[in-house]
Every structure is written in structure tokens, then in C-alpha cells.
């Protein structure tokens, strides 16, 4: 299909009720990511980072696919044309991006609609959370078309599915539906498709109560302590609460006030009402 969009098209995105819906926007290629949409999601995550109305950031696409991966058009063919430095290039626009989003300031949530090839794990496993529809597809297809899952594609499987199951998974290029997905543990749940927003709605909303500076502690925590000894990561989640006291040092106390004097709520059960902070 012949539809040229511009490169501020590729990426669509509404705010509401505190959740950034962010979208894939190209559903006549797939949601392929080409150089274009690769440039224009840096800037869309950048404007949303740090806006007051956005608590939570949902990641989904636009028609049948999440993202079909590179497009193997505009992302290797034309770029492979401009030499080494458009190859380079390329894939520092698309690595950035997801780089960028794996660290995230706001909790992020893949959700997964549909098609999801190859390329499209750097983002899924940038994404804190993610949600598949049971129709969802995921494959590792580099193999069918001849290359080994790169732009940590394969790093991805390894890091969130059993060796067997990455080593599969990668050599035979066969995809799986959502529900696979999540016993495979590629995806935190899967349900049906017209189920799925509700859901991920829910998930956002219950993320907005929290206190956002424990959260971005909490999810950079659970990203770095992976490659740590017990030791240094006993250390180093010292020194990040720390470090997040500095930003937020009364929400802990109210979380305890609420429960100690108050009674008010149960943190077993649920956060703290943050509105009521004091300080
Ligand atoms: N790169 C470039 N173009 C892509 C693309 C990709 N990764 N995925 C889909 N497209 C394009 C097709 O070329 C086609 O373009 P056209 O209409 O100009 O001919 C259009 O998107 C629709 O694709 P089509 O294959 O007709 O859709 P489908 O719904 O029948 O099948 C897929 C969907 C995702 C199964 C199929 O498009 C596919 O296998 N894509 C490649 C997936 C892949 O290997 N990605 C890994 C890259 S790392």
C-alpha cells in the first residue's frame, strides 16, 4: 500500500486520565519501525517524560501488528545503501529509543495487540509490564530471512525465557500466540483481544496511585540487580533508596503515618493515599 506518511505520522499519541497512550502509527507497513519512527518516538517519549498529567506511558499499535520488527526496506535495505554510517545510524535511532525507555522516569506497559516480530522485543522488553491479546503473534523470524536476532532481539529471549525455549524459539522462527507468550513468561498475562485495553487500563490506574519516585526506583532496581552478586545488589538497593530520599523523603513517613496512626489503609492490601502527603 502506497501511503506515505510523514515522519511526525509514524508515532500517534493521546493523554488521558493520566495514561499516554502511545501507538505504532503505521499499520499499512505493520508498524515496521523504519528511520522515521524511530526519530519520531525519541521525541515523543521526550515530550511525555516529564509531563505532569502523564503517570503511566502504554505502548500498543495502530491496526493488525504491535510492530513487525525492523523495516527490512527503509531500515536495512535503504540505510545499507548509505554505506557504514547510514547502518550505524540507523540503529543508533532505534537502540536510543529503546535504551531510552528501559530506563524510563514513568512505568511503562507494552501492550501487545497484534503482530510482534524480531525488532519489536527491544522495545517489549523496554517496556516495565506487558499485556498480550491470546491473537497477538511473536516471533524471532531473523532466522527466516537469514540473519541472527540482533538489536538484542536475542539478548531478550535469553534474558526472559528458559535457555530451551530462547534456543527454539530463535533457531526455528515459528511464532507463538499470546498465550504462549505468558506461559513462556515473554508477556506478564495474555487475554482475549477485547479484553485487553480494560485490563492494561486497570494495571495503569492501580501504577498512578503509587508513589512515582518509589517506582522508578523500584523498576531501575529490578533491572540492575539481575547482573549483581547478592551483595552488591544488597548495597546498591541501599544507596538507591537513599538516592530516592532525596527526591522524596516524606512519602515513605505518610506511608507509615497512614498505617501506624491513622489506620487508614493496610499496606499489605494497597498504597498509601498519596494526595495526603505532607511536606
Ligand atoms: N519491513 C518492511 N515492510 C513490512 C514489514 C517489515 N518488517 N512487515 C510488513 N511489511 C509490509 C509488507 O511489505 C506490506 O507492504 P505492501 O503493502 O507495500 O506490499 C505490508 O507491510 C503489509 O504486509 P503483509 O505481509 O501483506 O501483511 P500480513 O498481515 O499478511 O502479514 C506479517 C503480516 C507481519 C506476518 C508479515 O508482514 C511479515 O512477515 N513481516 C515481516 C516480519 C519480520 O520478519 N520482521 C522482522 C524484522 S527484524
Known amino acids: 500500500m502506497s501511503i506515505e506518511r510523514t515522519e511526525e505520522e509514524t508515532v500517534a499519541f493521546t493523554v488521558e486520565d493520566g495514561i499516554a497512550w502511545v ?47 525492523m523495516d527490512l526496506q527503509e531500515y536495512f535495505r535503504d540505510t545499507e545503501a548509505l554505506g557504514l554510517a547510514g547502518t550505524r545510524g540507523a540503529q543508533r535511532e532505534s537502540y536510543g529509543w529503546w535504551r531510552r525507555l528501559r530506563w524510563y522516569q514513568k512505568p511503562t506497559i507494552a501492550m501487545v495487540n497484534g503482530w510482534c516480530f524480531g ?16 491473537e497477538a503473534q511473536f516471533g524471532l523470524s531473523e532466522i527466516n530471512w537469514g540473519i541472527l536476532p540482533g538489536g538484542g532481539a536475542t539478548k531478550v529471549a535469553v534474558e526472559l525465557l528458559s535457555f530451551r525455549r530462547a534456543m527454539y524459539h530463535a533457531m526455528m522462527g515459528e511464532t507463538i500466540d499470546g498465550r504462549t507468550a505468558a506461559e513462556w513468561g515473554l508477556v506478564n498475562e495474555s487475554l482475549p483481544l477485547a479484553d485487553l485495553k480494560a485490563r492494561v487500563t486497570a494495571v495503569a490506574q492501580v501504577l498512578a496511585k503509587k508513589n512515582p519516585v518509589a517506582l522508578k ?37 505518610e506511608g507509615i503515618r497512614q498505617f501506624i496512626d491513622d489506620k487508614s489503609y493496610k499496606p499489605g492490601l494497597g498504597a498509601y493515599d498519596k494526595t495526603k502527603t505532607r511536606g
Not at 63 to 69: I, L, P, Q, V
Not at 119 to 132: E, I, N, Q
Request: aromatic fraction near 8%; charge should be negative; glycine fraction near 8%.
Open 217 to 253: 526506583a523500584t523498576k531501575d532496581a529490578v533491572r540492575r540487580v539481575g547482573v549483581m552478586t547478592y551483595d552488591e545488589a544488597e548495597d546498591y538497593l541501599i544507596r538507591a533508596q537513599e538516592a530516592a530520599n532525596s527526591y522524596d523523603n516524606e512519602g515513605r513517613k
Open 119 to 134: 525488532g519489536g522485543y527491544g522495545p517489549l522488553f523496554a517496556c516495565d509490564l506487558a499485556f498480550a491479546a491470546d
Open 23 to 69: 501507538r505504532f502509527n503505521r499499520p499499512e507497513k505493520r508498524n515496521s519501525m523504519s528511520p522515521k519512527l524511530n526519530r519520531q518516538m525519541m521525541r515523543v517519549l521526550d515530550a511525555l517524560e516529564f509531563r505532569d498529567d502523564v503517570a503511566v506511558l502504554v505502548l500498543t499499535g495502530e491496526g493488525t501488528a504491535w510492530s513487525a520488527g
